[in-house]
């Protein structure tokens, strides 16, 4: 009785060990993973500013947004408008600033879209040397 049921046991297990590898090949390929090469192609454009999200770049535009599968670093270098690292996981265009909120403590950008993008207190400095914002400025507005 042992062996009949532990040969039993064992081909049962690697029926479903094989239907369950099999379907993560299909649902792997059913899923499309963006590429890194398309998602340079998409960085040409009216692009108001980049937000890091895990793995991949959200890409704001005045007409929506979208994620790419790149670095934040090389999707900066791939953007070719002038802007700023202004917190760890956002990179904002200069044309994109509406207004600037807050004070150096608790800054934060308006963009022209209504998006609202975050400001580290290591940046502040980074905004004053470009001009976004005045030396005594506590985000009243832009320039």
Not at 51 to 77: F, T
């Amino acid at each position: 009785w042992f062996a009949q049921t532990a040969t039993l046991g064992m081909v049962a297990i690697a029926a479903i060990d094989f239907a369950r590898a099999r379907g993560a090949v299909a649902q792997h390929k059913n899923v499309a993973a963006p590429s890194t090469a398309a998602g340079a192609a998409t960085l040409d454009g009216n692009i108001l500013a980049l937000q890091m999200e895990d793995h991949y770049v959200r890409v704001h535009r005045p007409s929506g947004s979208e994620l790419i599968l790149m670095p934040m670093s090389r999707a900066i270098d791939c953007v070719g408008a002038e802007g700023l690292r202004t917190h760890r996981s956002w990179w904002v265009a200069s044309h994109a600033v509406a207004a600037v909120e807050g004070n150096a403590r608790s800054m934060r950008l308006l963009l022209s879209n209504g998006l609202v993008a975050p400001v580290a207190r290591s940046a502040v400095i980074h905004l004053k040397a470009a001009g976004w914002i005045a030396d005594g400025q506590g985000g009243a507005g832009r320039r």
